[in-house]
């Protein structure tokens, strides 16, 4: 127990910690919404989809002024880094997106991020853990930074190999398809663009008219119709908290009033990058939920619908679990309810929910033409799923990365860090293969573990991939719409928030411990034998 002044001392580490964790995120926000790619030559958005190029001129008609406005929100600067032919144009927006927090300026994260490793660590020590890490896994699956850093590692080492012929490939096929010798950081989705549709003989671009957001959106809500019973029925007399948000009633099979859900999908002045979920009101006993799912798409323009690429559907999917999560919870308490469950639980409805996205029969529910209402063609479908193996080595290395930089700041050893800047470089550089920019950090927009709720727990990302992958060979046993194996998912993982441990949810779903196995199998990281 904590006598009076330590109690206060608690106070006051908490209301500085999350004083801190909102000024982070602030600054990454300013610094986003400062800089800005104006471009008057339109021979320099050369290789820029026509609606990438029609969005950037409506920026610059927003700003009165002439040409084409790239900004750093994701759906201006994705698409630039992925396509433009311009290399200089890629440079100088990846040293842009790199620079965010990392200036000169009043929006400088460094002394943020050490004062707040330093306050978790006290915080940690007062209540009588050896780290922040120690603190935060006692309830989580993992239970213990070892066994983190165990399951970090031993992924690494299945995956550097993988990776390491990858970043071979698109080594080779940069220099002798595109004239580049070196690749540098703002190359890499360039390259691997090009590269990807030379494998699959498909641009990306080409699936785009098969995925306009509103049917998407009706495709999956379908989909939670035909696993879980529910119906999604539009309010407008509701008012949502912007114009852009849109206010759906649910209901379940029975026609009882299940939820509210508002989607928020556009980027505006204020919003920040990404995709969530958020939780307004939770679910109680004689109370039901209100749920945002929330996203930055690309916006109608004057000629077409938004229209969503294929990782924008999995997003949306993704976050419509953690919405389903929210909306068909059952429990007494607020506090176990919907995703108050342990941080490396939670993302397993969110990312089992993005396996129909390459499931035929779920595609053919809502991937048409938005122009002709043809279905999307078998051979596109058959693509999809060789997507679903392309690079993962690389993308794997790239989420591991996030994952050991995190635990460095939150484990034992974090109290000798005293560069940000030097303390990242050390520890990405086993999972990078192109030059560290010392103008740039990955740290301080790191919003996940210094904004977010993910300190010591990036992990969970991966840690519920192998959960995910498990769970989803029971779907396609049994059928990816067989109604007991939902119903069974319903029961035991989504309605059952944070009332009894995950693993036992888990195995009482599963029939079994999760394996690993099922993941490094969907990711193509096994050898063939």
């Known amino acids: ?134 603190f935060v896994l006692e309830e989580r699956m993992a239970t213990s930074e070892e066994n983190v850093i165990n399951f970090l590692e031993d992924l690494y080492q299945i995956a550097h190999p993988f990776a390491q012929e990858e970043w071979k490939e698109m080594e080779d096929f940069a220099a002798q398809n595109l004239g580049l010798n070196t690749l540098e950081k703002w190359d890499t989705a360039y390259v691997s663009e090009k590269l990807k549709q030379s494998h699959l003989e498909m641009d990306e671009q080409q699936l785009k008219p098969y995925f306009p957001l509103e049917m998407v959106k009706a495709g999956v809500f379908d989909i939670a119709n035909k696993l879980y019973g529910l119906h999604f029925e539009k309010n407008n007399a509701l008012e949502g908290y912007h114009p852009d948000v849109e206010v759906f009633e649910v209901f379940n099979r029975e026609g009882d009033f299940y939820a509210l859900l508002y989607t928020d999908f556009f980027p505006r002045p204020g919003k920040r990058n990404g995709a969530w979920m958020t939780s307004y009101r939770a679910q109680k006993k004689g109370q039901r939920p209100h749920i945002s799912m929330v996203c930055n798409f690309s916006k109608p323009t004057a000629s077409a619908p938004s229209l969503l690429t294929f990782q924008e559907v999995t997003t949306l999917f993704h976050e419509f679990g953690h919405a389903l999560h929210g909306m068909l919870a059952n429990t007494t308490y607020v506090g176990l309810s919907g995703t108050n469950v342990f941080w490396d639980f939670v993302e397993l409805p969110s990312q089992i929910m993005e396996n129909w996205c390459y499931e035929k029969q779920a595609l053919e529910l809502f ?31 790239r989420q591991l990365g996030f994952g050991f930089l995190d635990m460095s700041y939150h484990s034992k050893g974090a109290t000798a860090i005293k560069n940000v800047k030097a303390h990242e470089s050390a520890i990405l550089k086993r999972v990078q293969f192109t030059k560290d920019h010392p103008e740039n950090s990955t740290s301080t927009a790191f919003s996940h573990i210094f904004q977010g709720g993910y300190s010591a727990g990036y992990y969970s990302y991966k840690w519920a991939e192998v959960l995910d992958a498990d769970a989803f060979e029971l779907f396609l046993e049994k059928g990816i719409f067989d109604p007991q194996t939902a119903k069974s998912f319903e029961e035991n993982i989504l309605s059952k928030g944070g009332t009894e441990h995950p693993m036992t949810l888990f195995k009482r779903f599963r029939g079994k411990a999760p394996d690993p196995k099922a993941l490094l199998k969907r990711a193509g990281l096994v050898e063939n034998t």
Do not use: C
């Open 367 to 397: 991937a048409r033409h938005y122009q002709t209402d043809e279905p999307i063609p078998m051979e596109f479908i058959e693509k999809l799923k060789k997507l679903a193996h392309f690079q993962q080595g690389l993308q794997t290395l």
């Open 1 to 134: 127990m904590l006598n009076e002044n330590e109690k206060e001392l608690l106070r006051e580490i908490d209301t500085e910690k999350a004083q801190l964790s909102l000024t982070f995120g602030e600054n990454v926000l300013a610094d986003t919404h400062a800089f800005e790619l104006h471009i008057t030559e339109e021979k320099d958005l050369e290789g820029l989809p026509n609606q990438i190029k029609e969005m950037a001129a409506e920026i610059a008609q927003s700003k009165k002024i002439k040409g084409w406005v790239f900004t750093l929100d994701y759906p201006s600067y994705v698409p630039l880094m992925t396509y433009a032919e311009n290399r200089e144009l890629r440079n100088k927006m990846s040293l842009a997106f790199g620079r965010r927090g990392f200036q000169e300026n009043d929006h400088n994260n460094t002394a943020i991020i050490l004062r707040l490793i330093e306050l978790r660590k006290n915080r940690a020590k007062l209540l009588g853990y050896e780290s922040h890490a120690a």
